[in-house]
């Protein structure tokens, strides 16, 4: 793989341990996938910040990166949700030596110079490249969201790896970063109008059945945004899939378009969505947004439990910058009045719910049903807002 002056002086270590060990990481990447060379990027989105993922080895690694002292990279970084709400954990009943290490971790990274505004939707908050920018992302639904709905050009990156490119400010040039690479695999043809929690399920579908490939889709209407958010999440979750197309619809569908389809009904809508639930039991806890909740999510939630008393817990995750829109618009009195909480970098996911003393976890996201059970080992309820939520 080609490096310039600069590139080599930052592999020697010239600038400093930090830059060094990261320079390691971006040129093995580089060569194990053949990549020409190193790409300018425009941002960053890193994972591997909850600490029920990373441990304590992963929070010794990032204090020992950041103990060193480097220029840090002005590249636009975000982080991903962590376990924690990390200014209130105390109140929700986060575990103590859990959060105490989980706020350790968040520091590490805000002295490496990356925000430490925590979300698994970047997109919401500012982090927003352009069409054909070139970017290093790694949480897997942001990846197929900023890949697909935006057109910017990431691989799936690895936590290790999506930090080094956002200290660098550089990514190898291989993989999603080339246009050859970005071309759909297998068409998908939707015969049945779909409702919003049926965009997980599609996704669901899509993701088993094609893997890492690209799918390009024949929707009979249009999605939202949110809709968007919530395709990108099933289908990068139930398979490995960074990007797809939507005739009429995402920036690079005009190029794609391929004869032979599958067909997707909606009895595979209403099967998929039956068979995420593990349980027919109600909810003890109900944890909305994942993604994390946009402003007109958490709107939504508002105005349907305005003037309620609700029965079970209800937790609605988002990043602080939304959180603080909703507390503005008054949204967040609604849900506090009624029972609810919002929680913000964190999800149900990454968060220690385990330990929490709760059995069953009310979703209406495909990717919290496919990933609660095997990393919460709890059961899940897979099912819309409104039959998810009690009310005395």
């Avoid at 590490?108 to 110079?113: F, S």
């Avoid at 024949?218 to 999440?233: C, Q």
């Avoid at 032979?260 to 068979?275: F, G, L, Y």
């Avoid at 349907?304 to 939304?322: A, M, P, Q, R």
Wanted: proline share 4%; with cysteine; charged share 20%.
């Amino acid at each position: 793989m080609y490096l310039t002056q600069e590139e080599e002086d930052m592999s020697n270590g010239e600038y400093g341990e930090t830059i060094r060990k990261s320079m390691d990481i971006l040129i093995a990447l580089g060569e194990i996938y053949e990549a020409s060379s190193l790409v300018d990027i425009s941002s960053a989105q890193v994972s591997g910040v909850s600490y029920k993922t990373i441990g304590d080895a992963g929070l010794e690694y990032l204090e020992d990166l950041a103990s060193d002292k480097f220029e840090c990279s002005n590249v636009n970084s975000t982080l991903n949700p962590a376990g924690t709400d990390l200014d209130n954990w105390e109140t929700f009943g986060f575990p103590h030596d859990f959060s105490i290490k989980q706020n350790k971790i968040v520091d590490a990274y805000g002295k490496l110079g990356i925000n430490t505004t925590c979300t698994c939707t970047p997109y919401l908050i500012g982090n927003v490249p352009k069409f054909k920018d070139h970017v290093a992302w790694s949480e897997s639904s942001a990846v197929c969201y900023v890949n697909s709905v935006i057109g910017a050009r990431t691989n799936r990156e690895g936590g290790p790896s999506a930090l080094a490119a956002a200290i660098i400010g550089k990514t190898p040039m291989y993989g999603y970063h080339l246009y050859e690479n970005r071309i759909a695999t297998l068409s998908f043809e939707v015969n049945t109008n779909l409702k919003p929690i049926d965009y997980g399920s599609l996704g669901y579908i899509v993701g088993k059945q094609i893997g890492s490939g690209i799918p390009y889709f024949k929707l009979k209407n249009n999605p939202s945004n949110n809709d968007l958010k919530t395709l990108s999440a099933a289908l990068a979750s139930s398979g490995a899939v960074a990007l797809y197309h939507i005739e009429d619809i995402t920036p690079e569908y005009e190029n794609c378009e391929i004869e032979d389809k599958i067909t997707i009904s909606e009895n595979d809508i209403i099967e998929t969505k039956e068979n995420l639930s593990t349980t027919d039991k109600d909810p003890d806890l109900v944890c909305l947004g994942c993604p994390h909740a946009s402003l007109e999510e958490i709107k939504e939630i508002a105005y349907f439990v305005n003037g309620k008393t609700i029965k079970n817990e209800l937790w609605v995750c988002t990043s602080i910058n939304i959180k603080a829109a909703s507390d503005r618009m008054g949204y967040t009195k609604m849900i506090e009045k009624a029972g609810g909480h919002i929680l913000c970098d964190t999800c149900m996911v990454v968060a220690p719910i385990e330990d929490m003393g709760y059995e069953r976890i009310g979703v209406n996201s495909a990717k919290a049903a496919n990933y609660v059970p095997s990393m919460c080992g709890l059961d899940v309820i897979y099912n819309d807002l409104t039959e998810l939520v009690k009310f005395v």
